[in-house]
Structure formats: C-alpha cells, structure tokens
C-alpha cells in the first residue's frame, strides 16, 4: 500500500507511541485522524502544520461500541474514508492477583481489548466494501511472556493477538490486512521517572541493553501498513527479549 494521500486513524494518538506514529506517517504524506478520550486540541493539531496533508481530531470512548462507530463515521465523513486503522488506546491498573479487583481486570479489558474489537468492528464495513485496508493492533511484550502485577493489562493484550490472527483470516479475501506490533520497553514519560537502578534491571532483562524509542515503533507501524503481504503477524519490537 502506498501510504501518500491515504487516510490513518490512530486512537490513542494525543503522545506517546500514538503520537509518534501519526508524525512519522504525516511526513509520508498520510491524513491523520487524531483521537482521545478528550476534544483535541487545535495545538495538537497545529503540530502538523509542518506537513502537507489532512489532520482532523475526534474524540470519543472506544470501549463504547456506538461511540466507535460515530468516530469512524466521523473521520469518513471528514476525509472520506479510513484507509488504516491503528488500535493504539491502551490503560494499565497494575497490581498483583490477590490486590486485583474485578473493576481493575474489566476495565483494562474494556478499554485495550474491546475498544479495539470496537473500532474493528466498525471500520470493517467500509473497508470490506473498498475491498483495501489495513488494521493494525498495539499489542506488547507482555501480553507474549506475561509480568508479574499486569495479569489483567497481560490478558488484554494477549487477547488482542488473538483478535489480530481472527480476523486477519476473516478478512485476508478482501485484501484487508491485520497485524500487531508488540512493543518491549520503550523510552517514556513513565520510564523516565525510573531510578537508574530500576532502569539497569530492566535493561538487563534486554539482549540489546537498551530502552527503545518511540520512533522506532513508529518506524515499524509504517512498515507494517504498507507491506501487502504481511498478515495475521505480531513483530516484537523489543531488543530481543522475546525471540520465538
């Protein structure tokens, strides 16, 4: 796929990983879809400025299976139709099993594995229809080996592997392709308030003895979406701490 003048919707996409994403496919001449729970911003927006293409901003829940489908119709209607979606919205509520609450489980579920079957769901009509697409799902690492006190961010992003191979064969006819990108440890507003001894375990823990950036899950979102042969796939972007 050639990704010039196509029309991505990234949910999660006001920092971090999702915002990374949008600015590294804004500069291959991508629309952008901005999303968050909350209205965007028009600075946000004017980060954008510095690329010739199409930004639009639409906020909303994912967990809300009507409110995904207002938000698709939504960037339709806008830019005329959604070419790429990426499933990045995601929460923790980390603690061990015994202090875990069913709230704490269910909501982690409801925002990174529903919210993602959500905007699928919702995106797939028209795109089975354009007979073209590309969906991919922001999975991680752990949701691969697991860690201790993320039983119930683990079990999302598992499930979200799930989801990712499912469909990728529901769909794979029509030219619509599904995969996740499992990030490891990446550099972050929450590794940055780590001690450097903490960080040092955790680096330890990395074949490459390394954080990850952002750009490089960027870089890879990029390649995954315009591959046209890559389908039902989960790349582990994560300095080899997960070799299968």
Do not use: C, W
């Not at 196509?6 to 915002?19: A, E």
């Not at 995904?68 to 990426?86: F, H, N, P, W, Y």
């Not at 269910?106 to 905007?119: H, P, S, W, Y």
């Not at 797939?124 to 697991?146: D, E, H, W």
Request: aromatic share 4%; no cysteine; hydrophobic share 45%.
């Amino acid at each position: 796929m050639e990704i010039t003048n196509k029309n991505v919707f990234i949910t999660g996409s006001t920092r971090g990983i999702g915002l990374a994403i949008a600015h590294h496919f804004a500069a291959q001449g991508a629309n952008l879809v901005l999303n968050g729970r909350s209205e965007i911003s028009s600075e946000l927006i004017g980060e954008f400025d510095q690329y010739d293409v199409q930004v639009v901003g639409v906020s909303g829940d994912v967990s809300d299976a009507d409110d995904a489908k207002r938000m698709i119709q939504e960037a339709t209607d806008a830019l005329g139709s959604v070419d790429v979606l990426i499933n990045n919205a995601g929460i923790t509520a980390d603690k061990l099993v015994l202090k875990m609450t069913a709230d704490d489980f269910e909501r982690v579920l409801k925002i990174n594995l529903t919210g993602a079957f959500n905007m699928t769901q919702a995106v797939l009509k028209p795109m089975t229809k354009a007979r073209q697409g590309a969906i991919i799902n922001m999975t991680s690492v752990v949701g691969l080996i697991g860690n201790a006190g993320q039983a119930n961010y683990a079990a999302s992003k598992a499930g979200l592997i799930g989801l990712t191979k499912s469909v990728a064969r529901e769909v794979a006819s029509r030219n619509i392709r599904v995969n996740a990108i499992a990030p490891g440890f990446i550099e972050s507003d929450m590794t940055a308030v780590l001690s450097d001894k903490v960080k040092d375990a955790m680096k330890a823990q990395i074949p490459m003895k390394r954080f990850g950036s952002v750009e490089e899950i960027a870089t890879a979102a990029l390649f995954v979406a315009t591959q046209e042969y890559i389908t039902g796939q989960t790349i582990a972007i994560d300095g080899g701490m997960v070799m299968q």
